[in-house]
Every structure is written in C-alpha cells, then in structure tokens.
C-alpha cells in the first residue's frame, strides 16, 4: 500500500529542516463526557495521563515521553515574530471538549457579534464560533456524507478513533513527515496531542465532495493541540477544508497542530484551511506533506486573524514528477503579525511546485512572507515558481519578505518574483473616473487582488471570504 | 579551525605598531579601544551563510613585514590614462601619482598612514565615524585595531574628475602575514569621481584579509565605484564596502567578486539623505571547492531615496555561492523605490547556489520589488552560437559573459574592463577544464 | 441642457528632474450637451493635460483658472464625484485590473449612480450590456475577463467606448480614442459614440488626425498649440489642418513655438 522505504529514505532529510507551522480548530462535540482536565502548566505526569485517559497503546505513550523530553530541550523559533509573551506555564495541556467553559452570548466582544452580523452568519453558528457553545447542528449532513465515503471505503474520522481502529495504519505514517525533533511547538503537540482528523483514501478512489471539517461531531477535535493525517493511496484523490471564515473565537492562547499528508503514487490531495482567530491566539502550526511519483499536493491556505501566525506548509516531492503548490493570503490588521509562507523540497527529479502568496498588511499590522525552495542534488529537471505580492495599506503597517532559495543542482530553473506597494493610484484613479467612489475602489482592487486565492475556494467560503474583506476594508479609505 | 573569540594580539604591540607609524593619538586610541570590545562584540549574522569555521580573526601576523623587493615590480599596472594611480603591496606602498591639475584642485590620494599624519582632522572626523563604526561587530573591530595599510582619497567641494583613479592593491601572501586593508573615499558636496580598486594575491601561504571600503557622498556628488576582487584561493576574507549617502548624493557601484578562496563579501548603502541614489551591480563566480557568500544591502532612510541591486552569479564545479540582497525601507523614507534582481547560473550538479531576495518594507508609500531566478545556460542562445561552428565550451563562455556583462559595462576603464573580462574567461576555463574529470 | 466650461485654466505637473512644468497656459472653452467638439493639436501641446484636469487626475495642478459644471466650480471635487455628475474620459492608456472582471466593474460604476435601494437588477445590467457589445461588435467572453487584463490596444478602446454607452454620461472626452485602432475599429468606435449622439450628451474628442472627424462629424474644431486654444472653427477647420499640416497654421497665425512632432509618425 504505502512505499514505507521511500518514507523511510525521506527521513533523514525531512529531519534535517527546520520547521514551525501552522495551527487552526474547528472542533465541535456533542458527546457528554464526564469532566476530565490536567490543570494548568506541563509535567510528565501530565503526558501519562493524557494517554492514560485516552486508552492508548504503549508505543504512543513511549512517543509521547520521548517527545515530551524534546519539548523541555528545543530552543523557542529564533527567527520570526516575537512570542517572549507567550506563557508556556500557565496554559491547560488537555480538556476534554465538554470541560471548555463555554461563554455567555453576552459576554461576546460586540466587534465580533457585529462581525456575525455582517457576513450573515446563521445563529447556530455564531454561537459556536464565538466560543459560547459547543454545538452544531449538522449531524444530517455529516451522517450524510459518512455513508457517501464509507461505500467508497475511504476512512474518514477523529484522529483519536483512528488510533483505536487502524493502529497499523496510523503507526505506519505516525510523525514520519513531522518528528518531534522538528521544532518545539511540533515536540509539544506530539506531546500532549488531542483530536484532528484522519483521513485513508484507499487506492483508485476519487471524491469530488469536499471533506469538510466543519460537518464532522461526535469528536475531541476542538483541541489546541490537533493532530491531522491524510494518506491519499495510489491514483486517490481527495480535497480536504478546514476552517472558516469567520471570526472564531478561542479561549485558548495557543494552538499548535500537527498535520501530515501523505500522497502517494499518482494521487492527488487538496488541503484548504480558512482561519480567522481571534486576537489573543498564537497559531504556530507544523504542516508538511510529501507526494511521492507524479502525486500532486495542493495546499490553499488563508490567514486572517490571531495575535500571531507562524505556518510555513511544506511540500517534500520525493517522487519522481511529483507537483506541490501553495497558494496563499494574509491579511494583518491591527495588533495581527501574520509570519507565513511555504517551504517546497525538491528531492526527485522532474518535479515542479508554484507558491503565490498575497498579503494585505493594514491598520498596523505585519505581513511577513518567509518561505524556502530547495532543490537537492536528485532534483534534475526540476522547476519552481514562487510570487509574493504584498500591499500595504497605510503608513502604520510593514511587510518583510524573506524568500530562501537554495539549489545543489545545475538541471534546475527557479523563477521568483516580489512586489511591496501601497494600492495602485493608477487603478484607483481609473475606478473613480467611472464614478465608484474611493471605499468602493479600494474594496474593488482588494479583491481582485485576492481573486486568485478566493476562485479556489469552495462556493460558500469565497462568498463569506469576500464579506469579511468588504466588511474589513470599510472605514479604511480617508 | 575555529574563529578567535579573544585576540592573541596585546595591547602594547598594537600601540608599539601605531606609534612606529607615527599616527596622531585619536588613531591610537580608536586601535586599542577596539581591541578592548573586541570580547564583547558579535560576528556579524548574514543570512545563509555560515563561516564559524573560517578563520577570519585568527590573526598570525598584522605588524609590518617587507615585502621582497623583486615582488614589487611583479605587480602589472593597466596602462589607461589615470588621473591617478595608487599600488600598494602587502603593507608597502610602492607608488602614488595624482595629475597635477587636481592636486592643485586639492585632491588628496595617499596611503593611510601619511593620510594620518597630513590631515588629521579630516581622517579623525570620518575614520571609522560615518559610514562604519569600529563596534559594530567582530569583525569591523578586528579590523580597526588591526589595520595595516590602505588609502585615502578625498575629492573637495565641486571638483569633478572625468579620468579614473586607478588603485591596486596587492596581498603579499608570499609569507605569513595578515591582509588588513582599509579605504576611505570622501566625496565633498557636488564632487565627482571615478575609482577603480583591484586587490590581488601574490604568493600561495594561508592568509586572512579583513577589507574595508568606506564611502562618504555627501550632498549631490557622484562616486563611480568599481571594483575587481581577485583574492587568492588560500586567503580566508571578510571584505566589506560601506557607503553612505547624503542628499541628492549618489553611488554606482560595479563590482566583479572574482576571488577564488572563501570569502564574504558584504556590501552596504545607507541612503541617508533625502534624494539619494545607489545602484549596486554584482557579478560573482564561484569555483573550485570556494565557499563564496555576497550580501549587498541598499536601506532607503531618506525620502524619495531609490536603491537598485543587481547580482548576477555563476557557480562551477564543486563551488558555493549564497547571495543575498537585502533591500529595507524604513519608516519615513516615503516615496522611495527599492528593486532588486538576483541571478544565478549553475553549472555543475556538485555545487551550491542560493539566491535570497529580501525585502524589508516599514513605509507604504514605496515601491519596492524584486525578482531571483536559478538556472542553466540559456539553451536557445547556446544553440544559436553552435549552429555558427561554435564549440560547445566557448558557446557556454560566451553566453556567460552576456549574462555577466549587465556589470562589466558599468564599469568605466576599459584596461580595467578587459581585464575583469580576461578574469572572468580565465575563471570559466579553469572551472570547465575540471568540470570533465 | 448641460455646459461644461472651461475659463483661462492654468495647468501644470510637478517633475523629478525639472521640478514644477507648466503644461496649460490659459485654455477657454466652452461646450454644451447636443454638441460634439474636437479638440487637435501635435504632441505636448497639452491636450491630455487638458482632459485628464477636466476629469480630476490628482497629478495635475491647476494654479489659475476654473472649470464648470453647469455653472458651478468642479475644481474641488474628487474624481469619482466629477464622474457622478456627469463627467466621463475614455482614456488612451487605461489601467489594468486583474482578479475584478469587465461586467463586475461596469455593473458597480452603474449602481455608484443609483440609490441603495435602486441597483441595477442583474437581468437589465445583462441586457444593456448584451446589446451596447452587439453594437461594439464585442466578444460575450470579454464581459467576464479582468478589466483590461491582457486586452490589446483595440480591445482596451472598444471596452473604454463600452463604458461610455453602458454609464451614458453628459459629457464624455475621448482621449486619442482612434490612437491604434484600425480602419474597421475605427468604424465600430465611432458607432457606439454616434449611437450616444442626442440633446443630452457631448463630446470632447482629442486626436492628432482629422480621419476619426469622417466618422464623428464635430459641430467645433479647437486647435490647441503650446498650452492654448488658438483657433477655433468648424469641421472645415480639422480638414484645413490635414492638408496644411500644424506647421502651416503656426506660420499662418505667427506663432513662435517649436514642432518637435512635426515629422514623428504616432506609433
């Protein structure tokens, strides 16, 4: 089924990165459970428990300890954005989904109710994405959808589950991409991991339905800590969204996922994630997904909200024609440093990856674009495309763009393009000479800026997407 | 080998080399107080590029050594019509001449040490003051207190010198001696000048270089600032050029970093006034096992400031090559413009190539840009030259002199044009010779 | 009836290396709905200067002068206001947007004319659109491309004259509209512009030649020449010009200015 030597062989060299990624939630849980939390702050005993309150074989208990003593070991991400506020003591490592406090509608910041309002999310909805319910109703559609995929044989549920239910399958692909050593926040999470998702695609099989997070119950998946895995078997295709939207808010100062992709032969995967945090929040997520011959991995992966983001999604094409792209947006408003981009590791030859990346830094904030493209000494023929288009709204806010690109191969060609600018007067001038008044302009140019990102999207998350840019650009003009 | 993290070097012998000198006090002491924070300063960080390993403040020998006499007149000159011409070899300087007509003008070219003693003032007032400060890392440390020969140009107010002024300058790796070289060009208000610097090494005995150029333009003058690096393959060097950019001032620098040991190269332009302008052309060759890292720099302080970095590079054989260009656009430089190109051209699949166009941007009313590629020989054009009866190799050569020759073109001596195209032929021949084997 | 007025307008632009550059010296002019005026010239007599100030373009300052509408002084509205009141230039070099489609773009210039709670339905945006293309002899697929993403020369005017007919403006200046274009483009431009022609609508056409008047028959002809008016007639005028050439005129009213254009053929 899988080509575990080929993973094997990647090992060394995925290792040898240094990574730090992304994180989002979108969790929801039904399930009444009796109270379970580890209090605040990180022991080993604490590692134990998790495990031990999950039911977990040993091999994932002694994985847990060993990445534990790695957490306690790796130094904080020496580049990038500041997190010397970020208290690493004084945070809840494991609750279960129904131990979260949940807030009282009242108590939801106007600016995000306003929000709700604005974008027309549905009630039911609102509740739970502000943090004050743990509910959502869309058991029908899930159930729906589950049967769909059960007849194609494709596995789709909590990484938890996973664990109970295909403990060869997860063990195979378990942390090969992203090993605890990676970084610390990716030490962390394989410590004291906590629901996400596990989706098996089984040889042949195609979806054409989106999967979708947000229709999945029953799960511990709201966690800080999430876990995803993906395994796209050969000639499979799948497409994966995550996320949403709109704004959501989150207790939880900090979230650290995992997520790993694993396409095989010939197979395709999409992963969409649409994060919007609210601004207390530190997304610092590890993603990473390898695509062996002619498999291609899609990453669309839009940032809008948190204090700050660091995601640096990464494709290893380590199969011969194999395709990785990253299409991306930031946008950063005020008190928002968005540290983003896309890491692309040629390690066979004729494999090709594209990164565009859009940012929108306003009000203050910081859109930095930090990615790599390498190409190994196996990569012949190899091509790589990387665009970063940067706008800048006003005077308060700042842009870095950081692009590394190293090659140890003489059969390559990269291409790399950057522009910084304020919006275009040109553009602008030309809109109003038309009547369209400046806000309007401005809100048009933005989003033709973004178009390429939100084209891709699924129907309904383009249409909230540019409600949330509209609403977002309002009052940004005079 | 490991970089030194005190200097072996006391203070008394660095006074004793001062005072054998005869430089003025202020000198003097800028030497030991350098030596003191030498401890407490960092290496200077350039991204990509490690050199823990290098040697480069692991001095072995910066006091003064002669120099063999028949070495002296070894060094080739290019005969083009100079306005003046400066030669220096290991820590001797071996010839001066300036036209008459601008000595008159008060044009200054010396060697450092008279610089000292003859206008004080000046060199105490600029020296590692302006555009370079002797703490701003290790390295500018070691240097300060380490320096043991270098020049002095000064153009006044309004002069304008059409004819190149033509220095060279040569390390004298014959024996055990540290290559510790400083320039400061000072362009007064409305100057104009030409320079051309070509540093060499003669002699194969394991060395380090620490070179410095510090440039002042000052309000609406125009320094042309052109330089052939060709350093031996046994000379470990940090080699820097710093310019600094007063209003309306402007800077073109063209350099060729042909050096064929390891090297790092760190070019800066701080466009501190208003109206300032700095294009920085670049063009790198990397062969052998050379480990080869260039960072250019252009940072827009002023307002309506434009900085333009080019770099071009080709890397054979088993050789490395990191480029960097860092364009930064601070706060309050509104209006200003910084673009950037970065091309690499790999020939052989055991070398390494990395471009990393950075952009550092803290104003919104800017533009600012940039564009890297990696690549092979541009197959089209080869085919071209090949279907004319042209061999496979001198079509290669070719090709890369085209892509190269954005920069050979700025550069405004011809004899100094020929000979960093003769450089360049001669650094392609020997990489291809090895490139079969 | 509208009138669009123009009273000794000074104009100049700011420039990197020569600094302030005055391009207008005193222009007068005077137009009304139901007419048609051209307005000739050579290059860099400042006839773009003088359309792009009608319109707003911030990169042009007037230091004397004013222009109105109606009556009143436009000088200190926005570009987007001046557009809503009645205003609209067809460029020679419009802007390109990417990511924002043709019908996307025209659909919400429409609705910045209209109140909130009276936007254009889809179904009529549709079909003004569908029949002004017709006329144009426009592709359907252009409606749905970025906004003069990629559009040839020809392509850009036609779109520009497509707005034209689809915001159906008081006054509407085209800038060296017939620039690039054809014979049979040429024909198809001119078409939609005549099909506007009525008492509520002029017209203010700039061009070098005298070719693009067979088509759109002007009731004026303006020459303008180092910043100024300096002669004004009928169409007659325009063909007088093609056969004598500018030179001749400026021997013939003794002016003292230098032709740099005189022998450039226009790209």
Same mark, same amino acid.
């Given at each position: 089924?899988?080509?575990?030597?080929?993973?094997?062989?990647?090992?060394?060299?995925?290792?040898?990165?240094?990574?730090?990624?992304?994180?989002?939630?979108?969790?929801?849980?039904?399930?009444?459970?009796?109270?379970?939390?580890?209090?605040?702050?990180?022991?080993?005993?604490?590692?134990?428990?998790?495990?031990?309150?999950?039911?977990?074989?040993?091999?994932m208990?002694d994985?847990?300890?060993k990445?534990?003593?790695?957490?306690?070991?790796?130094p904080?991400?020496?580049?990038?954005?500041?997190?010397?506020?970020?208290?690493?003591?004084?945070?809840?490592?494991?609750?279960?989904?129904?131990?979260?406090?949940?807030?009282?509608?009242?108590?939801?910041?106007?600016e995000?109710?306003?929000?709700?309002?604005?974008?027309?999310?549905p009630?039911?909805?609102?509740?739970?994405?502000?943090?004050?319910?743990?509910?959502?109703?869309?058991?029908?559609?899930?159930?729906?959808?589950?049967?769909?995929?059960?007849?194609?044989?494709?596995?789709?549920?909590?990484?938890?589950?996973?664990?109970?239910?295909?403990?060869?399958?997860?063990?195979?692909?378990?942390?090969k991409?992203?090993?605890?050593?990676?970084?610390?926040?990716?030490?962390l999470?394989?410590?004291?991991?906590?629901?996400?998702?596990?989706?098996?695609?089984?040889?042949?099989?195609?979806?054409?339905?989106?999967?979708?997070?947000?229709?999945r119950?029953?799960?511990?998946?709201?966690?800080?800590?999430?876990?995803?895995?993906?395994?796209?078997?050969?000639?499979?295709?799948?497409?994966?969204?995550?996320?949403?939207?709109?704004?959501?808010?989150?207790?939880?100062?900090?979230?650290?996922?995992?997520?790993?992709?694993?396409?095989? +032969?010939?197979?395709y995967?999409?992963?969409?994630?649409?994060?919007?945090?609210? +601004?207390?929040?530190?997304?610092?997520?590890?993603?990473?997904?390898?695509?062996?011959?002619?498999?291609?991995?899609?990453?669309?992966?839009?940032?809008?909200?948190?204090?700050?983001?660091?995601? @640096?999604?990464?494709?290893?094409?380590?199969?011969?024609?194999a395709?990785?792209?990253?299409?991306?947006?930031?946008?950063?408003?005020?008190?928002?440093?968005?540290?983003?981009?896309?890491?692309?590791?040629?390690?066979?030859?004729?494999?090709?990856?594209?990164?565009?990346?859009?940012?929108?830094?306003?009000?203050?904030?910081?859109?930095?674009?930090?990615?790599?493209?390498?190409?190994?000494?196996?990569?012949?023929?190899?091509?790589?495309?990387?665009?970063?288009?940067?706008?800048?709204?006003?005077?308060?806010?700042? $842009?870095?763009?950081?692009?590394?690109?190293?090659?140890?191969?003489?059969?390559?060609?990269?291409?790399?393009?950057?522009?910084?600018?304020?919006?275009?007067?040109?553009?602008?001038?030309?809109?109003?000479?038309?009547?369209?008044?400046?806000?309007?302009?401005?809100?048009?140019?933005?989003m033709?800026?973004?178009?390429?990102?939100?084209k891709?999207?699924?129907?309904?998350?383009?249409?909230?997407?540019?409600?949330?840019?509209?609403?977002?650009?309002?009052?940004?003009?005079? | 080998?490991?970089?030194?993290?005190?200097?072996?070097?006391?203070?008394?012998?660095?006074?004793?080399?001062?005072?054998?000198?005869?430089?003025?006090?202020?000198?003097?002491?800028?030497?030991?107080?350098?030596?003191?924070?030498?401890?407490?300063?960092?290496?200077?960080k350039?991204?990509?590029?490690?050199?823990?390993?290098?040697?480069?403040?692991?001095?072995?020998?910066?006091?003064?050594?002669?120099?063999?006499?028949?070495?002296?007149?070894?060094?080739?000159?290019?005969?083009?019509k100079?306005?003046? %011409?400066?030669?220096?070899?290991?820590?001797?300087?071996?010839?001066?001449?300036?036209?008459?007509?601008?000595?008159?003008?008060?044009v200054?070219?010396?060697?450092?040490?008279?610089?000292?003693?003859?206008y004080?003032?000046?060199?105490?007032?600029?020296?590692?003051?302006?555009?370079?400060?002797?703490?701003?890392?290790?390295?500018?440390?070691?240097?300060?207190?380490?320096?043991?020969?270098?020049?002095?140009?000064?153009v006044?107010?309004?002069?304008?010198?059409?004819?190149?002024?033509?220095?060279?300058?040569?390390?004298?790796?014959t024996?055990?001696?540290?290559?510790?070289?400083?320039l400061?060009?000072?362009?007064?208000?409305?100057?104009?000048?030409?320079?051309?610097?070509?540093?060499?090494?003669?002699?194969?005995?394991?060395?380090?270089?620490?070179?410095?150029?510090?440039?002042?333009?000052?309000?609406?003058s125009?320094?042309?600032?052109?330089?052939?690096?060709?350093?031996?393959?046994?000379?470990?060097?940090?080699?820097?050029?710093?310019g600094?950019?007063?209003?309306?001032?402007?800077?073109?620098?063209?350099?060729?970093?042909?050096?064929?040991?390891?090297?790092?190269?760190?070019?800066?332009?701080?466009?501190?006034?208003?109206?300032?302008?700095?294009?920085?052309?670049?063009?790198?060759? $990397?062969?052998?096992?050379?480990?080869?890292?260039?960072?250019?720099?252009?940072?827009?302080?002023?307002?309506?400031?434009?900085?333009?970095?080019?770099?071009?590079?080709?890397?054979?054989?088993?050789?490395?090559?990191?480029?960097?260009?860092?364009?930064?656009?601070?706060?309050?430089?509104?209006?200003?413009?910084?673009?950037?190109?970065?091309?690499?051209?790999?020939?052989?699949?055991?070398?390494?190539?990395?471009?990393?166009?950075?952009?550092?941007?803290?104003?919104?009313?800017?533009?600012?840009?940039?564009?890297?590629?990696?690549?092979?020989?541009?197959?089209?054009?080869? @085919?071209?030259?090949?279907?004319?009866?042209?061999?496979?190799?001198?079509?290669?050569?070719?090709?890369?002199?085209?892509?190269?020759?954005?920069?050979?073109?700025?550069?405004?001596?011809?004899?100094?044009?020929?000979?960093?195209?003769?450089?360049?032929?001669?650094?392609?021949?020997?990489?291809?010779?090895?490139?079969?084997? | 009836?509208?009138?669009?007025?123009?009273?000794?307008?000074?104009?100049?632009?700011?420039?990197?290396?020569?600094?302030?550059?005055?391009?207008?010296k005193?222009?007068?002019?005077?137009?009304?709905?139901?007419?048609?005026h051209?307005?000739?010239?050579?290059?860099g007599?400042?006839?773009?200067?003088?359309?792009?100030?009608?319109?707003?373009?911030?990169?042009?300052?007037?230091?004397?002068?004013?222009?109105?509408?109606?009556?009143?002084?436009?000088?200190?509205?926005?570009?987007?206001?001046?557009?809503?009141?009645?205003?609209?230039?067809?460029?020679?070099?419009?802007?390109?947007?990417?990511g924002?489609?043709?019908?996307?773009?025209?659909?919400?210039?429409?609705?910045?004319?209209?109140?909130?709670?009276?936007?254009?339905?889809?179904?009529?945006?549709?079909?003004?659109?569908?029949?002004?293309?017709?006329?144009?002899?426009?592709?359907?697929?252009?409606?749905?491309?970025?906004?003069?993403?990629?559009?040839?020369?020809?392509?850009?005017?036609?779109?520009?004259?497509?707005?034209?007919?689809?915001?159906?403006?008081?006054?509407?200046?085209?800038?060296?509209?017939?620039?690039?274009?054809?014979?049979?483009?040429?024909q198809? %431009?001119?078409?939609?512009?005549?099909?506007?022609?009525?008492?509520?609508?002029?017209?203010?056409?700039?061009?070098? @030649?005298?070719?693009?008047?067979?088509?759109?028959?002007?009731?004026?002809?303006?020459?303008?020449?180092?910043?100024?008016?300096?002669?004004?007639?009928?169409?007659?005028?325009a063909?007088?010009?093609?056969?004598?050439?500018?030179?001749?005129?400026?021997?013939?009213?003794?002016?003292?200015?230098?032709?740099?254009?005189?022998?450039?053929?226009?790209?």
């Amino acid at each position: 089924m899988a080509d575990t030597k080929n993973t094997k062989n990647n090992e060394e060299m995925l290792s040898s990165v240094p990574t730090l990624e992304e994180d989002y939630d979108y969790g929801f849980s039904d399930d009444v459970k009796p109270t379970f939390s580890t209090g605040r702050g990180l022991t080993e005993d604490i590692v134990r428990q998790i495990s031990a309150h999950k039911k977990e074989p040993k091999w994932m208990l002694d994985f847990r300890l060993k990445s534990y003593e790695l957490y306690k070991k790796l130094p904080m991400p020496e580049f990038g954005p500041d997190l010397s506020d970020l208290d690493l003591k004084n945070m809840l490592y494991f609750q279960t989904a129904t131990d979260k406090k949940y807030r009282d509608w009242d108590d939801v910041p106007e600016e995000i109710k306003d929000t709700f309002e604005k974008l027309g999310v549905p009630e039911a909805e609102r509740k739970y994405l502000a943090g004050s319910s743990a509910q959502y109703e869309s058991e029908v559609v899930y159930h729906n959808m589950k049967d769909e995929f059960q007849k194609l044989g494709i596995i789709f549920t909590d990484m938890d589950t996973a664990l109970k239910e295909y403990p060869d399958l997860v063990k195979q692909y378990w942390a090969k991409l992203v090993p605890p050593s990676d970084n610390k926040f990716a030490a962390l999470n394989s410590a004291v991991w906590s629901g996400g998702t596990f989706i098996y695609v089984p040889k042949g099989v195609k979806t054409d339905t989106p999967m979708q997070s947000y229709f999945r119950i029953n799960a511990e998946n709201s966690g800080q800590f999430e876990r995803t895995m993906i395994i796209v078997d050969e000639g499979g295709s799948v497409n994966y969204v995550e996320g949403c939207t709109a704004p959501n808010y989150s207790s939880d100062s900090l979230h650290a996922a995992v997520v790993e992709v694993n396409v095989l +032969k010939d197979a395709y995967c999409r992963y969409t994630t649409i994060q919007n945090w609210s +601004k207390n929040v530190y997304s610092l997520e590890t993603k990473r997904a390898q695509a062996l011959e002619n498999g291609t991995m899609e990453w669309v992966d839009g940032n809008l909200g948190s204090k700050i983001t660091m995601k @640096y999604p990464s494709v290893y094409l380590n199969g011969r024609g194999a395709h990785g792209t990253m299409l991306s947006i930031a946008v950063a408003g005020e008190g928002v440093d968005q540290d983003a981009g896309a890491r692309m590791i040629h390690n066979a030859p004729e494999t090709s990856s594209s990164i565009v990346s859009k940012s929108i830094a306003k009000d203050g904030g910081a859109v930095d674009y930090r990615g790599t493209v390498r190409f190994g000494r196996k990569s012949d023929g190899s091509f790589a495309h990387v665009e970063c288009d940067t706008i800048i709204m006003d005077e308060k806010s700042s $842009s870095d763009t950081i692009p590394y690109n190293q090659i140890k191969n003489g059969n390559v060609s990269m291409e790399h393009e950057a522009k910084v600018s304020k919006i275009s007067e040109e553009q602008l001038y030309y809109l109003m000479t038309r009547g369209i008044s400046e806000e309007k302009a401005t809100e048009m140019i933005i989003m033709g800026f973004v178009e390429p990102f939100t084209k891709e999207l699924p129907m309904e998350y383009a249409v909230e997407l540019n409600r949330l840019i509209s609403y977002e650009m309002e009052g940004s003009v005079g | 080998m490991k970089l030194a993290q005190t200097l072996p070097v006391s203070p008394d012998k660095v006074q004793s080399f001062s005072k054998a000198h005869e430089e003025p006090a202020w000198m003097t002491d800028l030497r030991t107080t350098a030596l003191n924070q030498f401890d407490d300063l960092e290496f200077p960080k350039f991204e990509r590029m490690n050199y823990r390993n290098w040697p480069l403040t692991n001095t072995q020998e910066f006091a003064d050594t002669v120099s063999k006499a028949d070495l002296l007149d070894k060094v080739t000159i290019a005969e083009e019509k100079a306005a003046g %011409v400066i030669v220096q070899v290991g820590t001797t300087t071996t010839k001066v001449e300036l036209d008459e007509d601008l000595a008159a003008k008060g044009v200054i070219l010396t060697d450092i040490f008279t610089a000292q003693q003859k206008y004080s003032e000046l060199l105490k007032e600029y020296y590692m003051q302006v555009a370079v400060k002797a703490d701003s890392s290790k390295l500018t440390a070691f240097h300060a207190a380490l320096m043991n020969n270098g020049a002095f140009l000064y153009v006044p107010k309004g002069v304008v010198i059409k004819e190149p002024i033509q220095a060279f300058y040569y390390q004298d790796s014959t024996q055990v001696q540290d290559f510790v070289h400083h320039l400061l060009l000072l362009a007064d208000e409305g100057s104009e000048v030409t320079y051309l610097e070509n540093f060499g090494t003669i002699g194969d005995t394991e060395n380090i270089a620490n070179i410095m150029a510090e440039v002042v333009a000052k309000d609406n003058s125009y320094v042309h600032f052109s330089a052939v690096d060709q350093l031996g393959p046994n000379t470990t060097t940090y080699l820097s050029r710093q310019g600094h950019l007063m209003q309306d001032a402007r800077i073109d620098w063209a350099i060729g970093a042909m050096s064929n040991g390891n090297i790092i190269s760190d070019f800066n332009s701080a466009l501190r006034g208003e109206g300032a302008h700095a294009e920085a052309n670049v063009v790198a060759i $990397s062969t052998g096992k050379q480990v080869q890292g260039v960072e250019t720099r252009v940072t827009n302080f002023g307002r309506r400031t434009i900085g333009n970095i080019l770099q071009h590079g080709v890397i054979l054989q088993k050789a490395t090559l990191t480029f960097n260009g860092v364009g930064q656009i601070v706060k309050g430089a509104r209006g200003s413009d910084s673009q950037q190109e970065n091309r690499v051209l790999m020939l052989s699949n055991k070398s390494i190539g990395d471009a990393n166009p950075i952009l550092l941007i803290d104003e919104n009313d800017v533009r600012a840009g940039h564009a890297a590629s990696v690549g092979r020989v541009d197959e089209q054009q080869m @085919y071209y030259l090949m279907s004319r009866g042209i061999d496979k190799k001198t079509a290669e050569r070719l090709v890369i002199r085209g892509f190269l020759g954005s920069v050979l073109a700025e550069i405004p001596a011809k004899a100094a044009r020929a000979q960093l195209t003769e450089t360049i032929e001669r650094k392609l021949q020997d990489g291809q010779t090895t490139e079969d084997d | 009836m509208s009138t669009l007025e123009v009273k000794d307008l000074h104009v100049g632009i700011d420039t990197q290396e020569e600094g302030y550059q005055e391009i207008l010296k005193g222009v007068n002019l005077t137009m009304s709905t139901g007419e048609i005026h051209a307005i000739m010239g050579p290059n860099g007599t400042g006839k773009s200067t003088l359309s792009e100030t009608i319109m707003g373009n911030p990169t042009y300052k007037v230091t004397q002068g004013d222009i109105l509408l109606d009556g009143k002084s436009i000088l200190e509205m926005p570009v987007d206001e001046r557009a809503r009141a009645g205003l609209f230039l067809a460029m020679q070099y419009p802007a390109e947007i990417a990511g924002v489609t043709n019908a996307e773009f025209m659909r919400a210039a429409i609705n910045a004319r209209r109140a909130e709670d009276d936007q254009i339905s889809v179904m009529n945006f549709l079909k003004r659109l569908d029949k002004n293309m017709k006329i144009l002899d426009m592709d359907e697929e252009m409606a749905e491309r970025y906004l003069n993403h990629g559009f040839s020369g020809g392509e850009k005017k036609r779109n520009e004259i497509l707005q034209l007919m689809m915001i159906h403006p008081s006054f509407a200046i085209l800038d060296e509209i017939d620039s690039g274009l054809d014979i049979d483009a040429l024909q198809v %431009v001119s078409k939609g512009v005549n099909s506007l022609r009525g008492a509520d609508f002029g017209s203010l056409i700039i061009t070098h @030649y005298q070719r693009l008047l067979n088509y759109i028959v002007p009731d004026f002809v303006h020459i303008i020449m180092d910043g100024r008016v300096v002669k004004t007639g009928g169409p007659d005028l325009a063909k007088k010009l093609e056969d004598e050439g500018y030179a001749g005129l400026r021997d013939e009213l003794g002016i003292d200015v230098s032709l740099t254009d005189d022998n450039k053929k226009e790209d």
